[in-house]
């Protein structure tokens, strides 16, 4: 039999699947659910920043906050997901599952979070993911200053508790290697690639802009994978696409640690979750592997690159592939 365990943020999985935060993981019995289905790992629907004024935790003032957000929230749309209802549904959910479980917080300043974070550490929490959000559309401020944003959120978690921190990534970042690479010297224990953010819409017949629920993009999770696992100094776990438990085999032979997957679960229900473990087992099997380190990162970057004697020889072959595929003829 093969052996499907892995590790992720340090913590051991018994496989590399991981339920996504989402509505399937806000509350205990969803997370019980999750884990009599077989995953490996789960992530905790996010809290978000703007619910603490909802709980009368901290006043608007000082805060940016639009009216419409507050109204929604205020209204019901998440009143009863509170930090101290997170910290309850954290000592209930582990007393009946025997994986790990990571509170999830969306974050955007780096002022709220440290006294959260150690709520949810002395809940029992195992890890904590930040989920970083902000649209960088200001016309007079550079990328850096929001890379910025970034490790001060990161630090100031840190600072506050002892658990392991991953932080799931935006896919539009001015130099994601360089963005791994500092928070893996910072202390970060694990990487997500990516978080999926809204995408615009517009109603044509009613002439109103709206906003649609990001949707995963596979290839651009595997790329940044494949590019820098191995490289960077800790784990990292795709998020996006996964669909078939081929996605699962390609994520790992180019270096993920872990798989997130959320959509397949909503339209195909947690059952779907046997099905990526027993043609993980299978593929494993009919390749005479014993365990995922047998082939984790085969076909990563780092793996492959010995055999480029200079950088300059990698980027040029990459320059290579692109003339290539485009300048086929139909």
Not at 44 to 65: A, D, N, R, T
Not at 76 to 104: N, V
Not at 244 to 264: F, P
């Amino acid at each position: 039999m093969v052996d499907l365990t892995t590790s992720y943020m340090g913590l051991k999985l018994r496989n590399p699947i991981i339920v996504a935060a989402s509505d399937l993981t806000n509350s205990s019995a969803g997370i019980i659910h999750c884990y009599e289905a077989g995953a490996g790992v789960v992530v905790m629907k996010s809290l978000f920043e703007e619910q603490f004024w909802v709980s009368g935790v901290l006043s608007e003032k000082g805060y940016p906050i639009y009216p419409e957000a507050l109204d929604y929230l205020r209204s019901g749309g998440l009143l009863e997901y509170t930090p101290q209802k997170i910290c309850r549904i954290i000592e209930e959910a582990k007393k009946d599952i025997k994986i790990p479980l990571i509170a999830s917080i969306d974050c955007q300043s780096p002022k709220l979070w440290p006294s959260f974070a150690w709520q949810f550490q002395e809940a029992g929490a195992d890890g904590l993911e930040l989920n970083i959000y902000f649209l960088p559309f200001d016309l007079t401020t550079p990328g850096s200053e929001y890379e910025k944003i970034y490790f001060q959120i990161f630090e100031e978690v840190k600072k506050a508790v002892s658990i392991p921190i991953s932080v799931k990534f935006g896919s539009q970042l001015t130099s994601i290697p360089y963005m791994a690479h500092k928070l893996a010297e910072s202390g970060c224990k694990g990487l997500v690639f990516f978080n999926w953010f809204l995408e615009p819409e517009i109603d044509i017949e009613h002439l109103r802009t709206k906003n649609l629920m990001g949707r995963g993009n596979f290839y651009q999770s595997l790329r940044w994978v494949a590019l820098l696992a191995g490289r960077v100094g800790c784990d990292i776990a795709s998020s996006g696409g996964v669909r078939r438990s081929e996605d699962v085999i390609k994520q790992i032979l180019a270096g993920a640690s872990a798989c997130q997957v959320c959509t397949l679960f909503y339209q195909e229900g947690l059952r779907s979750l046997r099905g990526l473990l027993s043609g993980l087992e299978a593929w494993m099997d009919g390749h005479f592997y014993s365990s995922i380190n047998d082939f984790r990162g085969e076909l990563s970057f780092k793996s492959q690159k010995l055999s480029f004697k200079e950088p300059e020889m990698a980027e040029a072959y990459f320059r290579a592939q692109y003339i290539k595929v485009y300048s086929k003829k139909d």
